[in-house]
């Protein structure tokens, strides 16, 4: 059984930074990434890492403050997110794309690339 469990998400001031953890299992995985979504507001990309570690991709508003990587041997990726601003506030999902899926780079911006989803950790950035 497949599955993605993140954690790390937390109330915290503008400015703070926090580490967000995704745990997977049940199969080997391609490409995961990060997505999130605030109230009201449609689910966005963040930022996602290749199974080699050698292809990273951030979106325009976080990719000077967000690191994305992953550990291969404990099947985990993480989201170092650094200098949080309001507008970060939203509910962050771990998503993966099966290993050996064929896509272009640009496919991995958008929702439907991602096979399997986790149900997400809360983060809050107080202003």
């Known amino acids: 059984q497949v599955q993605l469990a993140e954690s790390g998400g937390g109330l915290v001031q503008a400015g703070d930074s926090l580490r967000l953890s995704c745990a997977a299992s049940?199969?080997?995985?391609?490409?995961m990434g990060w997505f999130r979504q605030a109230p009201g507001k449609e689910r966005e990309f963040v930022a996602a890492?290749?199974?080699?570690?050698?292809?990273?991709y951030y979106s325009d508003s976080v990719k000077v403050r967000f690191t994305i990587s992953r550990d291969n041997a404990k099947n985990t990726v993480y989201l170092v997110m650094n200098r949080l601003k309001p507008e970060d506030t939203a509910v962050y999902y771990c998503?993966?794309?099966?290993?050996?899926?064929?896509?272009?780079?640009?496919?991995?911006?958008?929702?439907?690339?991602?096979?399997?989803w986790g149900q997400g950790t809360q983060v809050t950035v107080s202003s």
């Open positions: 998503a993966a794309v099966t290993a050996g899926t064929d896509y272009s780079s640009s496919d991995y911006y958008s929702v439907p690339a991602y096979h399997y």
């Open positions: 890492i290749s199974r080699s570690r050698t292809s990273t």
């Open positions: 049940g199969r080997t995985f391609g490409t």
